[in-house]
């Protein structure tokens, strides 16, 4: 039997989005399920912000349907995304994270385990009392981890988390979405850095200008693409 409050499977039934006469997507039909990591690829400007935010439910489409689980809203909670910058409150990392369960509906005496549960899978528990914007833009990240772990999320959505992080940073916060994975959250991605979708995806989306060029496991898009756009992408050719 469907689980009533399961946000899986994702599904987008030829979706468009628009912004005045300009179609953002298009003729988008697919369904996201539980799994390894989906990664959407494409060049800059090839609408993986816009298909994050259509996931999240921030945007309705201007055509066609996106359905939660079978239900036309997103569910309760279930559902959390990271920005490529990280949003932190002015206030302490612990603060950030406590805000995002009481955001949440966690209880209040539930919240304070959980915030340090969430802090200690992240390798931040020392520094719960630090401003939270002082820290380096990789703690931040990781803050913005903790908090959305901290929701228990069936689905964690990622916009190129890692595009303003050192190379150690980035591949600190990898290892983390990697164990969030391994533990049973479902991952979608939005990544342009190519070494990362190898070491990190099950499955790629290929985006370019707006349409779905190509879906295929990791294995198979980089060593079997089949169309010209993604294996010029590969090779590192500019698309578009
Ligand atoms: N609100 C908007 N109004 C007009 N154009 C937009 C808007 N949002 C995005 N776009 C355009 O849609 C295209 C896809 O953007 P985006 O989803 O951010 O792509 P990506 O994340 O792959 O770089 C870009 O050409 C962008 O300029
Ligand atoms: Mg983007």
């Known amino acids: 039997m469907q689980d009533l409050s399961s946000d899986l499977p994702l599904t987008f039934q030829n979706v468009a989005l628009c912004a005045g006469a300009t179609k953002i997507l298009d003729r988008l039909s697919l369904a996201i399920t539980p799994g390894a990591p989906t990664f959407i690829v494409g060049p800059n400007g090839s609408g993986k912000t816009s298909l994050l935010r259509l996931c999240m439910g921030l945007v309705a489409p201007s055509e066609g349907s996106v359905r939660w689980g079978g239900r036309e809203a997103v ?4 559902l959390a995304m990271l920005f490529q910058r990280p949003v932190m409150l002015r206030r302490s990392v ?3 994270v406590n805000y995002g369960l009481k955001q949440a ?3 209040r005496s539930l919240r304070k385990a959980r915030m340090e549960e969430a802090l200690a899978r992240v390798g931040l528990l020392e520094l719960a ?3 939270a914007r002082r820290l380096s833009g990789g703690e931040q990240q990781r803050v913005a981890l903790a908090r959305a772990l901290a929701r228990e999320p069936e689905l964690l959505l990622l916009d190129e988390p890692t595009a303003n992080l050192d190379p150690a940073a980035a591949r600190g916060l990898e290892e983390m979405v990697l164990m969030a994975a391994q533990s049973g959250v479902k991952i979608v991605m939005a990544s342009h850095d190519l070494g990362q979708v190898r070491r990190l995806a099950g499955e790629v989306m290929f985006l370019v200008r707006g349409r779905l060029c190509e879906r295929a ?3 198979d898009f980089f060593d079997r693409p089949s169309t010209p756009e993604a294996a010029a992408f590969i090779r590192g050719d500019l698309v578009i």
């Open 105 to 107: 509906g966690l209880p």
């Open 129 to 131: 009392d630090r401003p």
């Open 75 to 78: 569910g309760p909670g279930r």
């Open 94 to 96: 612990a603060a950030n």
């Open 217 to 219: 496991g990791a294995a």
